[in-house]
């Protein structure tokens, strides 16, 4: 039978500097996506007519605030 040991302070202190710079990846992925996801949202906005912009009750010029005022509330619930 083989003993079990112990990992050692050098070790432990790989792992917690790789789940950090992991966790720091993920971050830095998840605000990709979303800066994606805001681009995609103004451009499908900004190609509607100005008739259909007027009826989901915006105006050209407001575009950029509702895309924005969007995500901080989705981001705050």
Same mark, same amino acid.
Request: positive net charge; hydrophobic residues 45%; glycine residues 2%.
């Given at each position: 039978? !083989? $003993?079990? &040991?112990?990992?050692?302070?050098?070790? /432990?202190?790989?792992?917690?500097? +790789?789940? +950090? $710079?992991? &966790? !720091?990846?993920?971050?830095?992925?998840? #605000?990709?996506? #979303?800066? =994606? $996801?805001?681009?995609? #949202?103004? /451009? +499908?906005?900004?190609?509607?007519?100005?008739?259909?912009?007027?009826? /989901?009750?915006?105006? =050209?010029?407001?575009?950029? !605030? #509702?895309?924005? +005022?969007?995500? =901080?509330? =989705? /981001?705050? &619930?």
């Amino acid at each position: 039978m !083989s $003993a079990l &040991s112990l990992p050692s302070a050098k070790q /432990i202190k790989v792992v917690e500097l +790789t789940s +950090t $710079a992991l &966790s !720091s990846l993920v971050a830095v992925w998840k #605000a990709y996506l #979303a800066w =994606r $996801a805001l681009s995609a #949202a103004k /451009i +499908t906005l900004s190609q509607l007519d100005d008739r259909t912009l007027k009826d /989901i009750g915006l105006h =050209r010029s407001q575009i950029d !605030s #509702a895309v924005n +005022t969007c995500l =901080r509330d =989705r /981001i705050m &619930s």
